[in-house]
């Protein structure tokens, strides 16, 4: 299931993305991996369906594509109006089909390069046990950890990632889970700049005021999880990473009035 079909007419999906670079609008790259809060992604979308100058792209793990095949009225199918039809949503990538279609030729955009361009933010929600591990190690084998690993870090620039993990409660108190999120808080993680000082000749610190890290994460919430467990693990409220978003890419609260 690839986000569109390849041909002798069609540029590739690498292609689209770089054209959709100067657009004018805001460009919101939205992922999911394997976990059952994935179910909770069309909800996320679909909250931006009426922000005029928008652009939204999706990107599945194959896993979090499983928990969206039209199972239910809560997983409406990739390819279905509810989600890929909805307001907004340029495109949905799932697996590697899209990085690799048509084949590389050298000089031809990278679909994982041109997508880290384009965003303005990415937002991981969910974000696995297993895609936290990759992150926090390094690992680029797959087309959302390629755009991970090729992030712009630098802080001036204003990019950020803002993950939202997702899993069971045994895996969340897991001593790695811990080791693992520290890399994405502490040591990546968005930090409030400090004030600016002035010494006694009245020459301010600037350097002490500059921002430092590019990720943010909206710690799980505790409830009842899909497995029958209960703890935390469950993913923030789908509602308060909608207005995260919101405020991170400065857009009007009149248009979120559904979910304020």
């Not at 986000?3 to 292609?15: H, L």
């Not at 054209?19 to 909250?47: C, F």
């Not at 409830?223 to 207005?243: F, H, P």
Request: with cysteine.
């Amino acid at each position: 299931m690839s986000s569109a079909t390849t041909g002798p007419d069609r540029p590739s999906a690498a292609a689209e993305v770089a054209a959709a670079l100067h657009d004018g609008k805001r460009h919101l790259l939205l992922a999911a991996s394997g976990s059952v809060a994935t179910i909770k992604l069309p909800l996320i979308a679909a909250a931006f369906s009426r922000v005029p100058n928008l652009s939204i792209r999706i990107i599945l793990t194959p896993s979090a594509a499983q928990f969206l095949q039209g199972q239910a009225a809560e997983q409406p199918a990739v390819d279905s109006a509810a989600l890929r039809g909805l307001p907004n949503v340029d495109a949905i990538y799932v697996g590697e089909a899209d990085e690799w279609n048509p084949p590389w030729t050298r000089g031809a955009p990278i679909l994982h390069i041109e997508l880290r361009r384009w965003a303005d933010l990415l937002v991981v929600a969910p974000l696995s046990a297993n895609l936290l591990a990759k992150i926090a190690n390094g690992l680029c084998d797959t087309l959302l950890t390629s755009v991970i690993r090729a992030w712009e870090t630098d802080p001036a620039l204003g990019k950020r990632i803002l993950v939202a993990p997702s899993m069971n409660t045994a895996m969340w108190n897991h001593p790695l889970t811990a080791r693992q999120l520290a890399t994405l808080r502490d040591t990546w993680g968005v930090k409030p700049p400090k004030v600016a000082t002035t010494d006694e000749d009245g020459e301010r610190d600037a350097e002490e005021a500059e921002p430092t890290g590019w990720y943010e994460v909206l710690l799980p919430q505790s409830k009842g999880l899909a497995c029958g467990d209960v703890g935390q693990g469950a993913m923030a409220d789908w509602r308060d990473i909608v207005l995260v978003i919101r405020d991170r890419l400065s857009l009007s609260a009149e248009y979120f009035a559904e979910v304020s």
